[in-house]
């Protein structure tokens, strides 16, 4: 049997809302593909957009999956996309990455010759577009993580990553009670995936390009609501046996965040009350974020030389703030209102197991808490 007959071997997934900007050069590389067309299938699935999304899509894409307001989230959207996909492995790629002629091709030959893969995904290359100091720090902190992290690990990254389909249905697909917008759905889904003992590689040879253009304020307010407090309110952990697993919101993070706090209190009081001994322990609590994070600093400085490097540091640091506040907020609404549910009609939809298209949200078989 042919492949033609039997389907295509990959399904390329990508899910949009208003995503006009970038999504014709985004689609635009995927067609681009050093993989045969007739080994892929291009589905596009536009979340009630309100701009172009849709006719900018019809003009690449073999399916136009087109869903109707409200618009609901990525994870939705790629749920919706994978429903009508024809390949057993399926790929997901954002609407803002742009990806190198030969990531297709990798995915495809990756499975081949590792078949106990159940994931894959891969990594920026670069600064992306921007030449700004903003995009081009948080997209070389994200590149540097990822290096830190090469190899088996413990999470997904849904920006370039490629699922094995029956691994992708035995996880439960991506969780669309808990994450209505672009939050964790994909590191939470690595961690479920993890835990069933799907391998996942993160494959450095699989690169992208940014197209997104991120700001200072976007990005605080991005990490504080759609990262730490979704990942303390659904309890993402970190996977057992997983030392060098960086992706996420791990052990040292958490202490680089307290003892960030901590600086910042003792500088204060010590400010108020001028009593050196307060701002020489705010010094002493700053000392070890500064010796942990010295291997990042030294590879902006490597990147983009020492002025970029020193400029990053105090930007850095300030993230790190906003994620320890994060994970204290996320950590007191958990315990007050308990994990994030859908409206109630949703709710009385997947309970009831009404059949609708869109379908109403469904549970996960198997609670992200058991991944860490």
Aim: proline letters at 5%.
């Amino acid at each position: 049997m042919s492949q033609r007959a039997a389907g295509p071997l990959l399904s390329v997934v990508v899910p949009c809302h208003d995503a006009s900007s970038t999504l014709s050069r985004a689609l635009a590389a995927i067609v681009a593909s050093d993989l045969p067309r007739e080994l892929w299938e291009l589905v596009v699935v536009d979340d009630a957009s309100t701009d172009d999304t849709a006719l900018i899509a019809a003009r690449y894409a073999d399916t136009v999956v087109r869903l109707p307001a409200p618009n609901r989230g990525p994870a939705y959207a790629r749920n919706r996309g994978v429903e009508i996909a024809r390949g057993g492995c399926i790929v997901f790629v954002d609407p803002d990455v742009a990806i190198f002629p030969d990531v297709l091709r990798r995915f495809a030959v990756s499975f081949a010759e590792r078949s106990d893969l159940g994931a894959i995904f891969g990594t920026y290359d670069g600064t992306g577009e921007s030449s700004k100091f903003f995009p081009t720090y948080r997209t070389l902190v994200q590149r540097y993580t990822h290096e830190q992290s090469a190899g088996l690990v413990g999470a997904f990254w849904a920006r370039c990553g490629a699922v094995k389909r029956e691994a992708f249905i035995e996880a439960g697909r991506f969780d669309e009670w808990r994450f209505s917008r672009r939050q964790i759905e994909d590191v939470e889904l690595g961690r479920r995936l993890h835990t069933l003992g799907h391998p996942i590689l993160l494959d450095l040879g699989v690169r992208v390009d940014n197209l997104r253009h991120t700001t200072f304020a976007s990005a605080l307010a991005s990490d504080f609501r759609d990262r730490g407090v979704p990942w303390a309110r659904a309890r993402v952990g970190t996977p057992r046996g997983r030392p060098r697993d960086r992706i996420g919101l791990g052990v040292v993070e958490r202490i680089n965040s307290a003892l960030l706090w901590l600086a910042l209190v003792t500088l204060l009081i010590g400010s108020i009350t001028a009593d050196t001994r307060w701002v020489m322990t705010s010094g002493i609590s700053l000392l070890p974020v500064l010796f942990v994070n010295r291997r990042l600093f030294g590879f902006l400085e490597q990147q983009r030389g020492f002025a970029f490097a020193f400029a990053s540091i105090p930007i850095h640091l300030i993230h790190l703030l906003s994620l320890g506040a994060a994970l204290a907020v996320g950590s007191l609404i958990r315990g007050i209102l308990g994990e994030s549910r859908p409206d109630a009609l949703v709710e009385a939809y997947g309970e009831l197991g009404v059949e609708t298209w869109p379908p109403a949200p469904a549970r996960q078989a198997m609670p992200a808490s058991s991944a860490g």
